[in-house]
């Protein structure tokens, strides 16, 4: 198998390994733990009587490997769960139930998945054209006034962290000016003009810090490539600078800026849940800290799979546009 | 008007002066070489013509005028439109000097529009057109490739069209075929002498290689630290050098032509090798890069392994000193069974531990060993640095701290310490400038008499190569296919590719260098 | 004569910027012309004096991080200090703690310790897996580098926040909890670590010196430690300056969501949770603990990158990249993905040098791939 399509297939066949390696790692961290598996899942607050039923749901007795095999088994084609007295079909993929709210955990992570997705791609899209136009703009005005403010302002950008700029704006903007309204997640469908009014402050807290690691890997790439003997050539052969940055340079720092967004979904998946508790949106990452806050651990489990899922979906993408962008790439 | 006007032209970098009181002219049509050693000015000189040296922070003074452009006063605008419109640079490295993320049809079709008002189309044929012209098969198609799936000697022609693009009327290469091999530069090297008979363009050859200047230009300018040493005509100043420097550059230019002064050959053999096969890769990747060599290696000669690059001859070189384990076939020392096997490697900047001092490396084999004795140790080390031309104090100081050729010495010292009985030269030279050159085989060749070493001297320079061996093997695509005594093989090839390599050498004599490419035009009709 | 103008005057032929070409001088040296690098060290500097420090300076002042001031609230306005400022007063330096009246120099100072701490020891594991792995893998033969290798990606993809809320959750809170963030973090977020070590064992691995050690009769674990190590040095420092920021910005987070470090052991992140409520009331309640993480991670981060410029792996990659060998070749191209956020060093060195200046250095300057920082929450 050689070529292109190799390539895709073999890394294809790399990410259902890896997606199962990290269902097994989590599901070994969190239910093979030392103590009461049954007490720790179920939370503190149960009664001895709910603590049993628990226990049988894990099917405690069967060896680690058998009820890794029953959950992975619900992941793929869905599975039943007794609740003492009647029996709850919970279909593929299916990751358990919750033992606070009683509710199926896909279920759970369906009603909170679109804030999520509308904050962290409504935030990339604007990191993108924030972060690639600062470092664009930086490496053509190199060595001037220009990118020495820009260089200092992404340098503080990328130091940082998420939820102090959050914090700052949401009491600046918010309190102070009275610009905007504290966000209140509103759906896109609902009516869109309120959905983007309400989520622009998370999503520029999101994507200014990250935007600030782009325009610093953009106009790195860019003067990277700048440096090249190709350029020289097209120096030396007449070719003005505006299609020296924007044609032989800008391609340049493509394969770069392709392997950063790859490695930032996880940070911004991150940046995320901070910014969802930050402004209050009933997004994964609120219901993830709020679960961890009242240990529910199959909600844990859920959110933690779900999110590496995309994770590793995005980062196997990534390689793949890596290739295409940099075809030197050597495939193996 | 001449075509290329320069009147004391000085470049300099800080306190470095690049190129210092330079003037020379170059009439249309003509073709003028520029030859000269590492740092003397060459390169700065060609892309001072083109004023690349604009806002770059060097000081550039003089005055350069090219097809009556005054390079240092134009306007961008003017300037840009000499860029590549009335004179075009082929650079040395062509892999990195093409945008490897576009099509080279395309890259050519842009500079063709910088400079000409043609539609896309127009400048797409235009491309195609001149990728043909200098000998691109299929061109319609291969316009379409990216560089990096041409061959080094395609993507040189490739920029050569570039070149030809908009119909220059001067074409400046810089060491255009140093990349390159020699069957390779001999056919770029003939396709510039072609272009030129054709076009009439003029020529500004600046090269390393006395002998690619010989083969293609009309005039020869010897430079030295910036400076012109001497200026005239090829025959005249290869003929008859008035100049010391220019004399003691050509008689430090090995030939192809002459035989090596005879060695203490004995019939002891020191290393054998039979049947010896190395794969690299599995499954349907392998991929054998040395297949069935036997050798041996006796006492106090020198074989030379000849071969162009992706022939195999590091390979086996690495197999011989035991770096590599082949796959299949054996390599026996002739009597003795200690490891007496060592290399000397190609590259000074990275055969020697940076962090260590040159005493400490060199010391290695001998603690090693099990030497203890610190005192035995440094005065065994300072014994081996004096004898390879080095001082007995410059046993703490780092790589760093010293030139190529003194670096090559240090690596030699090194495998000498081993007290070996073979010692493998990996392009022990040619990373150096070619009086560095001369020396460093002058010391290998007086070690190996004293010490009565077998060496075994891979390059890809068949004039090197003659000029260190006794016996010569052949290599091309892991095999030998040729082995023999060197007179015998320099002087009656047998095998057609030999006689190929042997062809493409260039000669300092331009006579010569015509009959060889007559000779060339033959055996490639055949 | 000719071998003396090869090594003085040839521009371009990489003598002198072989790395650790003359060792610790030439850093400092270079370190030294880089004026933000400087200040930023001063400031680091400082700020780990003031942790060290943290009780004696509370002994100074008279308070201690954990007694409550009920006296000093004014329960009326809802649990804000009394007096201006937030209370500030010769007593209590920066004032107090709303609704706790906590001294807040004494919260401040402690909270130094444990973010420096844990961000310290975080990186300590991290390099330290990192290293194991990356040499392992990069030495190891075929297998183990592929077992190693996939292992390593997968911890690349986990998302270091999200992994570390559900891990921190599930621990017991018996185990010292600074400790314990500090280890969830380094166990978790090494995969990058791991492979630009294994990229740059690789190319050193392929340098002709380290033939010429296995030549002279050495074993592997002697080439290892004298040829190897002090090579990759130089990059796991600079990675390492790196990962210090970062790790810093991930406790204040956990803390922040109130899974990190537990009351009473005071915390910037902690603090900002609490600032959420009480900006308008007292807003240096908010400014303080902002501003001393900003002015920490900032201060860290130009120092990294100070670092960086003073080392410049890119030099030592590029002494030879490779000899066609392809786990070489594929290996570069990770580092390259794996680097963590290039930018370039001029970010911080003069940038007023001459436009030629800047183009050379960027050459030297990663510029690179990244994979950045898990950590920036």
Redesign the interface.
Same mark, same amino acid.
Request: hydrophobic share 50%; no cysteine.
């Given at each position: 198998m050689s070529g292109f399509g190799g390539f895709v297939l073999r890394r294809a066949v790399g990410t259902v390994i890896t997606l199962l390696a990290i269902s097994v790692i989590v599901y070994v961290v969190f239910y093979a733990t030392p103590g009461n598996v049954a007490q720790i899942t179920c939370g503190p607050r149960c009664s001895p009587e709910q603590v049993h039923q628990v226990a049988q749901q894990l099917r405690l007795d069967d060896p680690l490997y058998v009820r890794y095999w029953h959950f992975l088994q619900g992941i793929l084609v869905g599975q039943d769960f007794s609740t003492g007295t009647s029996v709850e079909h919970c279909s593929a993929p299916c990751l358990g139930l919750s033992y606070q709210g009683d509710t199926q955990v896909t279920q759970l992570i369906l009603a909170k998945l679109p804030v999520s997705l509308s904050l962290v791609f409504g935030a990339m899209v604007l990191w993108l054209i924030l972060g690639v136009g600062t470092g664009i703009l930086s490496a053509w005005r190199r060595g001037r006034l220009t990118e020495r403010v820009l260089t200092g302002i992404t340098l503080a950008g990328v130091a940082t962290p998420v939820f102090v700029i959050g914090l700052v704006l949401m009491i600046v903007v918010c309190g102070q000016l009275q610009l905007l309204p504290f966000p209140q997640y509103v759906g896109l469908t609902d009516d869109p003009e309120q959905w983007a009014w309400n989520l622009l402050l998370p999503w520029l807290s999101l994507a200014l810090i990250e935007a600030a690691a782009f325009a610093r890997l953009t106009r790195a790439a860019m003067l990277e490539t700048l440096a090249e003997d190709h350029i020289r050539t097209f120096r030396a052969y007449g070719v003005g600078e505006r299609s020296i940055i924007g044609r032989h340079a800008l391609r340049g720092a493509f394969a770069p800026i392709i392997a950063l967004n790859a490695n930032n979904v996880g940070s911004a998946v991150g940046g995320a849940v901070l910014t969802e508790t930050l402004f209050g949106l009933p997004g994964i990452g609120q219901e993830l800290v709020h679960a961890v806050n009242v240990v529910d651990l199959p909600v844990v489990v859920g959110m933690v799979l779900v999110i590496g899922f995309f994770v590793v979906i995005a980062n196997a993408v990534a390689d793949v546009l890596y290739a295409v962008a940099d075809r030197r790439v050597v495939l193996v | 008007m001449s075509l290329v006007e320069v009147t004391d032209l000085t470049v300099g970098f800080g306190s470095l002066r690049a190129v210092d009181g330079l003037s020379f002219r170059l009439e249309k049509g003509a073709a003028l070489g520029l030859v000269g050693e590492s740092g003397s000015g060459k390169s700065t000189v060609a892309s001072a013509l083109l004023g690349l040296h604009r806002g770059t922070g060097a000081d550039v003074g003089g005055s350069v005028r090219v097809a009556g452009i005054d390079v240092q006063e134009a306007p961008d605008a003017e300037l840009r439109r000499l860029r590549g419109g009335k004179a075009a640079m082929v650079f040395q490295d062509p892999l990195s000097s093409l945008d490897p993320y576009y099509a080279v049809g395309d890259q050519i079709a842009e500079v063709y529009r910088v400079h000409v008002k043609a539609s896309r189309r127009a400048a797409r044929a235009r491309a195609v057109e001149v990728l043909d012209r200098v000998g691109i098969p299929d061109a319609a198609r291969r316009a379409r490739s990216r560089p990096h799936e041409f061959s080094g000697g395609m993507r040189q022609r490739a920029l050569i069209a570039m070149a030809l693009a908009c119909e220059p009327d001067l074409l400046i290469a810089d060491e255009p075929t140093t990349a390159l091999d020699v069957t390779v530069q001999a056919q770029i090297l003939d396709l510039l002498h072609t272009l030129r008979e054709e076009t009439g363009m003029g020529l500004l050859l600046v090269t390393h290689d006395v002998g690619v200047a010989a083969e293609s230009v009309d005039e020869i300018l010897v430079m030295r630290h910036g400076r012109a040493v001497e200026h005239g005509l090829v025959g005249a100043v290869l003929g008859a050098p008035a100049q010391a420097y220019t004399q003691e550059l050509l008689g430090a230019v090995p030939r192809v032509d002459a035989p090596r002064t005879a060695s203490a050959v004995t019939e002891e053999v020191v290393l054998e090798a039979s049947g010896l096969r190395r794969e690299f890769g599995r499954g349907k990747k392998a991929f054998v890069a040395v297949d069935d060599v036997s050798l041996t290696i006796h006492r106090g000669e020198t074989l030379g392994i000849v071969g162009e690059s992706g022939s195999g001859k590091t390979t086996l070189g690495r197999m011989l000193v035991g770096l590599l384990e082949p796959t299949a076939g054996e390599i026996k020392p002739g009597g003795g069974v200690r490891p007496d096997v060592q290399m000397v490697f190609q590259d000074p900047v990275s055969s020697l531990n940076p962090r260590r001092s040159v005493g400490e490396s060199i010391a290695d084999p001998l603690r090693a060993q099990g030497e203890r004795d610190e005192g035995r140790i440094r005065g065994r080390v300072r014994e081996l640095l004096e004898r390879v031309g080095l001082e007995a104090a410059h046993y703490d100081r780092y790589p760093h701290e010293f030139s190529g050729g003194q670096r090559q010495r240090v690596g030699i010292a090194r495998a000498l310490a081993a007290d070996p009985r073979v010692i493998v030269c990996d392009e022990p030279v040619s990373a150096l400038d070619v009086t560095t050159q001369a020396q460093v085989v002058a010391l290998l060749a007086e070690l190996q008499r004293e010490l009565g070493l077998a060496l075994v001297f891979v390059a890809h320079d068949l004039a090197v190569v003659r000029q260190v061996s006794d016996r010569v093997a052949v290599m091309r695509r892991g095999r030998i296919v040729e082995y023999g005594p060197a007179d015998e093989v320099y002087e009656s090839p047998r095998d057609p590719y030999t006689k190929q390599l042997l062809a493409a050498v260039p000669a300092l004599d331009p006579e010569v260098a015509a009959q060889r490419r007559t000779a060339r035009r033959q055996l490639t009709a055949v | 004569m000719?071998?003396?103008? @090869?090594?003085?005057?040839?521009?371009g032929?990489? $003598? &002198?910027s @072989?790395?650790?070409?003359?060792?610790a001088r030439q850093f400092w040296r270079r370190l030294r012309t880089q004026r933000a690098a400087l200040v930023a060290a001063g400031v680091v500097a400082l700020l780990v004096l003031l942790a060290l420090a943290a009780p004696l300076l509370t002994a100074i002042e008279g308070q201690d991080p954990t007694t409550y001031h009920p006296s000093l609230i004014d329960s009326a306005r809802g649990g804000v200090p009394v007096g201006s400022f937030g209370g500030v007063s010769g007593d209590h330096w920066l004032g107090v703690e709303p609704q706790t009246g906590r001294d807040l120099f004494a919260r401040l100072v402690y909270g130094a310790r444990v973010s420096l701490g844990v961000a310290l020891g975080a990186t300590v594991v991290q390099v330290l897996v990192g290293v194991v792995v990356g040499v392992a893998a990069a030495l190891g033969n075929r297998w183990i580098d592929q077992l190693l290798s996939?292992i390593t =990606?997968?911890f *690349? #993809?986990?998302?270091?926040?999200?992994?570390s809320?559900?891990? $921190?959750?599930?621990v017991?809170s018996s185990f010292p909890r600074p400790l314990l963030v500090a280890f969830v973090i380094g166990l978790i977020a090494w995969g990058n670590t791991a492979k630009i070590v294994r990229a740059q064992t690789l190319t050193l691995k392929g !340098? =002709?010196?380290v033939?010429?050690?296995?030549? /002279?009769?050495?074993n592997t674990w002697r080439i290892a430690r004298?040829?190897l190590l002090?090579?990759l040095a130089a990059p796991v420092i600079t990675y390492a300056a790196l990962l210090v920021?970062m790790n810093i910005?991930a406790e204040?987070?956990l803390s922040? $969501?109130? @899974?990190g470090v537990k009351p009473p052991t005071p915390s910037w992140g902690q603090m900002?949770t609490a600032?959420?409520v009480w900006?308008?009331a007292a807003p240096q309640y908010?400014l303080l603990p902002?501003g001393a993480?900003?002015v920490t *991670? !900032?201060a860290? +981060? @130009?120092l990294g990158?100070g670092v960086r410029t003073a080392l410049d792996p890119r030099a030592a990659s590029r $002494?030879?990249v490779g000899t066609g060998?392809?786990r070489e070749?594929?290996a570069d191209?990770d580092s390259?993905?794996a680097t963590a956020?290039?930018? /370039?060093k001029?970010? +911080?060195a003069d940038?007023?040098?001459?436009?030629? &200046?800047?183009?050379?250095d /960027?050459?030297k300057?990663?510029?690179? #791939?990244?994979?950045?920082?898990?950590?920036? #929450?």
């Open positions: - | - | 000719s071998e003396a103008i @090869v090594a003085s005057q040839a521009p032929t990489d $003598l &002198a @072989v790395p650790g070409a003359s060792g996939r =990606d997968i *690349v #993809a986990m998302p270091l926040m999200i992994m809320l559900a891990l $921190l959750a599930i017991p !340098l =002709d010196y033939s010429a050690a296995r030549l /002279s009769g050495w004298r040829e002090p090579g920021p910005s204040a987070a922040f $969501l109130g @899974v900002l600032a959420n900006y308008q908010l902002a993480l900003l *991670v !900032l860290l +981060t @130009v990158d $002494l030879r060998r392809k070749a594929k191209a390259k993905k956020d290039a930018d /370039s001029k970010a +911080t940038a007023s040098a001459k436009m030629a &200046a800047t183009e050379a /960027s050459k300057a990663t510029a690179d #791939a990244s994979a950045k920082k898990e950590a920036e #929450a």
